[in-house]
């Protein structure tokens, strides 16, 4: 019985960010699978040629705690959302638009990484998009991509949270 439980209670929480992702208006095309679309990924790539690093001023530090602040508000929003993102092991691409809001997410799951359904993945990923907006703003478009792993197991709180 717990188990039906915990399946409607998953169920009903994708159902949720479904219509969250169409009532925002998001599309597919924001989060994809790298490999999924190449030409739409060459062209964010070729689109937004500033990184992360360069829009902190060539501060490790600074980016990366945005960085990890951004990993730590995925997981918080999963939490909120009731999305089980615990194992989830991905290579991922960030592309923000210059006010900061997430312009894409294109990722891939690495080998080691809990087997899910990941067009559930993506429909989180484009929830989140809705609502987040990291606190830098550059020019131009700019991007990072890294390595992120759930749980995070951040050390301390981070700086937003101070």
Not at 96 to 118: A, E, H, L, Q, R
């Amino acid at each position: 019985m717990n188990l039906f439980r915990t399946y409607i209670k998953q169920s009903i929480t994708l159902l949720l960010l479904t219509f969250a992702v169409l009532s925002f208006g998001q599309s597919n095309d924001q989060v994809f699978m790298i490999g999924e679309k190449e030409k739409a990924y060459e062209r964010l790539v070729g689109q937004c040629t500033d990184i992360l690093l360069g829009v902190c001023d060539n501060s490790m530090e600074t980016a990366y705690d945005k960085w990890s602040t951004m990993l730590y508000d995925i997981e918080k929003y999963a939490e909120k959302s009731e999305f089980d993102i615990k194992g989830i092991k991905i290579w991922i691409n960030v592309f923000w638009n210059p006010d900061g809001t997430v312009k894409n997410i294109i990722y891939y799951p690495k080998p080691n990484s809990k087997n899910m359904n990941f067009d559930d993945l993506s429909l989180f990923f484009s929830s989140f998009i809705a609502e987040y907006q990291l606190d830098l703003s550059n020019s131009t478009c700019f991007s990072h991509y890294g390595s992120a792993s759930f749980p995070t197991f951040a050390k301390g709180i981070p700086a937003q949270e101070k």
